[in-house]
């Protein structure tokens, strides 16, 4: 039985960069959605991820469930977690 997590991931601007901070993990969905509101007016962007994970191979999955403001576009597929602004 796969086991679920929700995970914050705050985007700050470094310049003509934005990227990730210091994500914040959540059991239940609605106080991941508490936090990223909270957050929001702080950062550049807020993203909010459903973790999947498999506890007997420790395997996990992440789906993107909700993003505001500067999100990169191919997050979170990409290991390239920045956005280049122009």
């Known amino acids: 039985m796969t ?3 929700y995970v914050v991931v705050p985007f700050e601007r470094a310049g003509i960069t934005i990227g990730p901070r210091q994500a914040y993990m959540f059991p239940a969905v609605a106080q991941a959605k508490l936090a990223a509101q909270q957050i929001a007016g702080r950062v550049a962007g807020v993203a909010i991820l459903e973790r999947e994970i ?4 420790g395997d996990n999955t992440d789906t993107l469930i ?3 403001g500067a999100v990169p576009p191919a997050f979170p597929q990409s290991a390239d977690w920045t956005l280049r602004l122009n």
Do not use: M, Y
């Not at 498999?54 to 191979?57: A, G, I, L, N, Q």
């Open 3 to 5: 086991e679920r997590a």
């Open 54 to 57: 498999d506890p007997e191979t």
């Open 66 to 68: 909700a993003g505001f």
